[in-house]
């Protein structure tokens, strides 16, 4: 796909893999739309960002957990920018504790914003997608969702219910040439990562990760800009983790 003109919707679009991608899909063509839990200072600079590329930004405060909310982000992105061509859901974020310490209420959240999100936000781009006969969906899976994680069980099952959920949508809609695929990223230097100690990420680096280092936003970034204008990539689940889930030992 040539994003060209195009319009990209980036839930979770002022964090650090959500703006890198708001950065890469404007810079190949495409204006965005981006949603955040809030509208600050992190989400601005990103809007003022894209614009001084020449590309239209709009900013939207929602809360993916709430189905009226996603629905009305897509159908808003439309009415701002013509057209959603590209969705990327990478809101969200961790959930901490295992089955007996994770409390129902935050088990619940997870599957609100990593699943059900997906779910509403899908049902409102598809037909718009349809109508053009192209468009691309992203998902934001982890490296917890294919490997067993220690004191994040909702996190672990709710990001391994992505690559299914990719694989479903893309089988059902190939032939109105709607590609949808999903990322696996491993240890990305964002926020996300700021509870780590230095041993914690010394271990990483030098034990956990093939590679021996972490990985930065913009390389995720670069994937789903990939996956995104690849016309013959569908149904598949990427990992972009410096060889952390491929080792044995």
């Not at 810079?27 to 960002?49: F, N, P, Y």
């Not at 057209?83 to 129902?104: E, K, Y």
């Not at 490296?143 to 909702?154: V, Y």
Request: glycine fraction near 10%; include cysteine.
């Amino acid at each position: 796909m040539d994003l060209t003109g195009k319009a990209s919707l980036i839930t979770g679009g002022a964090g650090g893999i959500g703006s890198a991608t708001a950065y890469q899909l404007a810079r190949l063509g495409s204006d965005i739309m981006i949603t955040d839990r809030q509208v600050d200072d992190r989400a601005e600079a990103v809007k003022r960002k894209i614009e001084s590329l020449g590309r239209r930004c709009i900013v939207c405060s929602a809360d993916m957990s709430d189905p009226e909310t996603a629905t009305c982000c897509v159908h808003e992105t439309v009415t701002q920018l013509g057209s959603v061509d590209v969705l990327v859901h990478a809101a969200g974020g961790p959930v901490a504790g295992g089955l007996l310490q994770v409390t129902p209420e935050a088990w619940y959240e997870a599957f609100n914003v990593h699943v059900h999100a997906l779910f509403h936000l899908c049902r409102a781009a598809v037909p718009y997608m349809q109508k053009k006969r192209e468009g691309a969906i992203i998902l934001i899976s982890s490296a917890a969702g294919s490997r067993g994680c220690l004191g994040a069980i909702a996190y672990g099952v709710v990001k391994g219910a992505l690559p299914q959920f990719a694989r479903a949508l893309a089988r059902e809609f190939a032939a109105d040439n709607i590609r949808v695929n999903a990322v696996s990223p491993g240890i990305i230097r964002t926020r996300f990562q700021d509870f780590l100690t230095p041993e914690q990420v010394k271990n990483n680096i030098e034990n956990r990760i093939p590679l021996h280092r972490e990985g930065k936003p913009e390389d995720v970034a670069g994937l789903i800009a990939m996956l995104a204008t690849n016309d013959f990539i569908t149904g598949e689940t990427v990992a972009i983790d410096g060889g952390m889930s491929m080792r044995i030992v």
